[in-house]
């Protein structure tokens, strides 16, 4: 599961195209992230215009890179599934990305289908839970883990920790000082250059803090009332 830590905080934006009329059915963007509608609009034109390579058959994934972001696409049956990342994608996003891809056509491939017709282009389909049926939100947060990317509070320590972790528990609490709550972004982007270890050991301790609930998430809408 840690290894997914670096693809989840990576992520800025997860796109879902309709392959038939290259209509965007579905966005969202990460926790934090400030909706660039240039973006988005830009992403939409050059798969209007053929103006990047997309891929064809279901189970493929194409790399392409727009405004210094690097795009990451699944073909399925019916749809394009995008996700829109500022890191260089590894296995693990690839992983990722596949997983979530089929889990989606499986949840919403006739709604997919018959998305002009019968559903009349109406998107809050894809909002929707029901008993054992997710909404796409409900399937981003449980593959690709975007709480990561939600501010952290910090709570006391209750366990003794290894001396790696202790040491990035000390860079949290230099973070969180004067504002309450850290990023886990920072938190990875600082320890890299300090520790000066392994990235995957380091992205390990992170995601041991969070799963001690050490480092708790803060929901976008808590943290609006009484953080930002």
Not at 16 to 26: A, D, F, L, N, V
Not at 127 to 151: C, M, W, Y
């Amino acid at each position: 599961m840690s290894q997914y830590f670096g693809v989840a905080i990576s992520i800025e934006y997860v796109v879902i195209t309709h392959m038939e009329s290259k209509q965007i059915i579905y966005y969202t963007q990460a926790p934090g992230i400030k909706f660039e509608i240039e973006l988005i609009e830009q992403f939409r034109r050059a798969v209007q215009f053929k103006e990047i390579d997309l891929p064809v058959s279901d189970g493929d994934i194409a790399q392409a890179t727009l405004k210094g972001k690097y795009l990451i696409t699944r073909a399925g049956n019916f749809t394009w599934v995008t996700i829109v990342i500022n890191q260089k994608p590894t296995r693990f996003t690839r992983e990722a990305l596949h997983s979530f891809g089929i889990k989606f056509e499986n949840r919403f491939g006739r709604e997919v289908k018959h998305f002009y017709t019968k559903f009349k282009g109406d998107t809050s389909i894809f909002k929707e839970d029901s008993f054992g049926r997710q909404s796409v939100d409900g399937i981003i947060n449980e593959v690709l883990h975007l709480t990561f990317a939600l501010p952290h509070k910090l709570r006391f320590p209750t366990k003794k920790m290894s001396k790696r972790t202790a040491k990035i528990w000390e860079i949290c609490e230099d973070l969180a000082r004067g504002k309450r709550y850290i990023l886990l972004g920072e938190v990875l982007t600082r320890a890299k250059t300090e520790l000066g270890e392994d990235p995957v050991g380091i992205t390990d301790s992170i995601y041991n803090l969070v799963q001690a609930k050490f480092l708790v998430p803060i929901p976008m809408d808590e943290f609006m009332k009484d953080y930002a």
